[in-house]
Structures are given as C-alpha cells and as structure tokens.
C-alpha cells in the first residue's frame, strides 16, 4: 500500500461561477461591476464577462448580428447563434478562467436562452436541452442571481437610456412578460441554483442582497466582504 505524501497537495482552489440573469432594464450590469469590486477587495480573482459577445472575435461578431434587428434571423437561427457564441465563450473565457482558479461573473448565459428564445418565441425545449448537454455540459453555474422586475417598470429605465432598442428590446407586446415568466420558471425549477432578487431595490440593498446570495460560496476568511 502507498504511503501517503508527506506534504499533501492542497486540492486546487476553484473559483465560483456566477450568473446574473433577467430582463432587459433590470439593472444587471451595474450589479455585476460592483460584485465584481467587492469580490476583489476580498482578494479573490474576478472575471467579469457578458453574453452575447463574451469571448474572442467571432462572439463579438455573433453578438452585432444578434442585436441587429434589421438583420431577419428566426428563432431557431437566433438560438444556434446564441449558442455557437456561448462555446466559444466558454472554450476562450470561462472554462480557462475557473480551471486557473478565477471567479467568474457573467452577465446573461443559457438560463437567458430558455427564457428569451423559449419562453419568448416559442423555441422547443427540448432543442435548447439537447445544446445544453453538448455544449454547456457541466459547466453550470454555481449560483444565479435573478434580477426580477415589473416589465412595465423596466421598459420606464429604459426609455432614459437614450439609444434606439435592439432586437429584443423591440419585441411585441407580450415578450417581456413571458420571458419574465421563463425565468422564474426556471428558478422554481432550480432553487439551490438561483436566488431571486428584486431588482427594484436601491442600488445598496441590492449589492447587500447580492452578497448574502453567494455568501455560502466564498472561502470562511472572504465572508465579511469589504
Ligand atoms: P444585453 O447585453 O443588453 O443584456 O443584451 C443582450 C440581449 O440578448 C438581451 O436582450 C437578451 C438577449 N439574449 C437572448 O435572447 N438569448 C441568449 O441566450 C442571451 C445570452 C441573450
């Protein structure tokens, strides 16, 4: 029988993989920069990164074609697109990333798929199932903050924004609130996976509800957060 090393190796230490999900106006990306921040002045290793257009070149292309909507792509086209985008994501950004220890923090992944391309337009689950298990396999996520909101409320943000709306931005009457539907499907589904927040809360409680949301995630010595 082989003796055991003197000095054990101490298993690798792996970063949390982190997604925030809900609709548009939610208020997601500004979460993500300020976890990304306390995340880092507990001296963990952060990547922050995005779907659509997270990964190399051909994501960021993906993602343009994607937001287009003059450019006509059916759902289904739009799914595989989605999805062809999500593997390079994961093949250049976050398999790299979690296997070098990093946390990664990514704004939108296949949960976004399920609701806008699913419950949105209708795309068959059991196509967006059979892409999960060979393109997303395990890399599933530790846990998903969803940022619920009123859609009504969200389309108010995001008149304020200033810009002309992209591709799902402009959908019919009706989309927002069954994507909004899609999702906390999916977080009933799944509860030890996600954790519903409401997005409609200040800017502080919400980080504050983001926090006690991965608090079970972080290392025993980062918990306090700064
Ligand atoms: P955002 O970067 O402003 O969140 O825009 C990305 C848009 O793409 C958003 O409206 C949601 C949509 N989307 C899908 O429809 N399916 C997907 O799988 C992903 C990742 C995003």
Redesign the pocket.
């Known amino acids: 029988m082989s003796k055991p090393p003197v000095f054990p190796m101490k298993a690798p230490a792996r970063g949390a993989f982190i997604t925030l999900e809900g609709g ?1 106006g939610a208020g ?1 990306t500004t979460l993500l920069a300020a976890l990304a921040g306390r995340l880092r002045a507990a001296g963990l290793e952060c990547v922050e990164t ?4 997270g990964g190399g070149a051909l994501a960021q292309h993906l993602r343009t074609l ?2 287009d909507k003059v450019i006509a792509a059916g759902p289904v086209a ?1 799914t595989l697109l ?1 999805y062809a985008a999500r593997a390079d994501h994961l093949e250049q950004i976050i398999a790299p990333a979690l296997a070098g220890g990093q946390w990664v923090l990514c ?4 949960d ?2 399920h609701a ?2 699913g419950a949105g337009l209708g795309v068959d689950s059991g196509l967006l199932d059979t892409l999960d298990g060979s393109i997303v396999g395990d890399m599933v996520p530790d846990r998903t903050l969803l940022l619920d909101i009123d859609p009504e409320r969200a389309r108010s943000r995001q008149a304020g924004r200033g810009r002309s709306p ?1 591709r ?2 402009a959908q019919p009457d009706g989309f927002a609130e069954r994507v909004r539907a899609g999702f906390l499907q999916r977080a009933a589904a799944e509860p030890d996976r996600f954790r519903v927040l409401d997005a409609g809360l200040g800017p502080d409680a919400l980080i504050a509800a983001a926090w006690t949301a991965i608090a079970d995630l972080l290392p025993p010595d980062g918990r306090d957060g700064a």
């Not at 995005?50 to 257009?53: A, T």
């Not at 704004?107 to 296949?110: I, T």
């Open positions: 548009d997601k995005r779907e659509p257009g994607l937001l739009q989605h704004d939108r992944y296949f976004s798929s806008y391309q992209d799902y931005e």
